[in-house]
Each structure stands twice: as structure tokens, then as C-alpha cells.
């Protein structure tokens, strides 16, 4: 019983420690930068500014469908599938837009990469593109998402902006900070263009 119990207590440890260690990597990870421009409380209005991504495409119409389908891809692009079998780092968060029309999956490039610096992916199916400036409302949760938990934080976002007399713009997306096996701390958001004058 005594060995039992010094065994669980070994392997409880060990788990903590492996949680705490990919809980600090996670947070030492490039991310890709914005500037709040207003905290509302719930929910935060940002600016993005233009970054190179790494996206791909699918009919999927669920995010686990795109994920699976997607992350792969990704990854291996990012893990040297280019033409200079680089390895490039992994940056957060993922980004992954589930509608009814066309489906992404994108990976922000992490900044030191100009646009005509990035190899170009071996897979055909992962295109590099360079996205727009853009104004956003950002909803944070916790815990693992999935098509349930991102849907009733896309709704949350969209009566908290009909709330606040603000119009979203095209679709809801998933931002994911975390990688799969980590259980504590993890952070998710769900982000949607709005208008701004400014």
C-alpha cells in the first residue's frame, strides 16, 4: 500500500511538473500583436495590424472536422514541408474560421519573416497570405473549445456587441493559445471585425 501511494504521489508530481513546464512555454511564445483600444469589460475592442499567415482551406463545417484536417497541414509546413526545409517557429494563436461557405485554419509567421523571406510550402494546399489591418471585439473563455463552447462565445460576443450598439462584420473566429495537452491555464477567444470611426 505504502509503494502505491509513493507511486501515485510520484506520478501526480510528474504530471504537475509537465503542466507547469508547458504552461510556461505556451507563455513564452511569440503572439501576435494588437493594441486594446477599449476594455468593455466582457469583451475588448483591438486593433490587429497586418502579419504574414500560413492557411489553409476546407469544407469542414465544424472546428474539430477543420482541426484535424488543418493543424496537420500547418504544422508540417512550419516543421521544414517548404522548399528550404526550414523549421520556422510556432507562434499563437491558431486562428480557425468554421462557416457554411469556405473554412480556414491559419498560423500567424512570427515577425522577423518579411513576406518574400518565407519558404514556400511543399504542400499546395498551404498558401501564404498577408492579412489586412483590422479592428476587432475579443471574447475570452477557458477551458477545451469545441463547436459547443465556441458557439454559445460567438453568441455571448454577438449579444454583448448588440448591446453596445456595435455591428460585427463577417464571421466569428477561433483563436486557440494552447496546445492540446495542456489541461491548466489554457486560454481561448473568439474574435469578430467590427467598424470603427476613428
Given amino acids: ?17 509537465f503542466q507547469l513546464y508547458i504552461s510556461y512555454n505556451t507563455n513564452i511564445v511569440e503572439s ?49 514541408g517548404n ?45 501564404i497570405l498577408k492579412t489586412d489591418d483590422e479592428y476587432v471585439a475579443a471574447l475570452s473563455f477557458g477551458g477545451f473549445a469545441n463547436d459547443k463552447t465556441i458557439k454559445e462565445n460567438s453568441d455571448k460576443l454577438a449579444k454583448l456587441l448588440k448591446e453596445n450598439e456595435l455591428v460585427p462584420r463577417g464571421n466569428f473566429r477561433y483563436l486557440g493559445y494552447n496546445p492540446p495537452f495542456q489541461l491548466l491555464g489554457r486560454k481561448s477567444e473568439i474574435v469578430v471585425k467590427v467598424d470603427l470611426v476613428r
Fill in 1 to 17: 500500500m505504502k509503494i502505491f501511494i509513493i507511486i501515485l504521489v510520484a506520478l501526480a508530481a510528474t504530471f504537475i511538473v
Fill in 32 to 80: 501576435q500583436p494588437y493594441e486594446v483600444l477599449e476594455d468593455k469589460g466582457e469583451f475588448e475592442i483591438r486593433f490587429y495590424p497586418s502579419v504574414n499567415i500560413a492557411q489553409i482551406t476546407s469544407n469542414s463545417k465544424s472546428y474539430d472536422a477543420m482541426s484535424s484536417k488543418g493543424f496537420g497541414k500547418l504544422a508540417g509546413y512550419i516543421f521544414g
Fill in 83 to 127: 522548399d528550404k526545409e526550414e523549421k520556422i517557429a510556432m507562434t499563437s494563436p491558431v486562428q480557425v474560421d468554421v462557416n457554411d461557405s469556405l473554412s480556414t485554419m491559419s498560423f500567424v509567421m512570427p515577425a522577423a519573416y518579411d513576406s518574400k523571406e518565407l519558404p514556400t510550402p511543399k504542400d499546395g494546399s498551404v498558401k
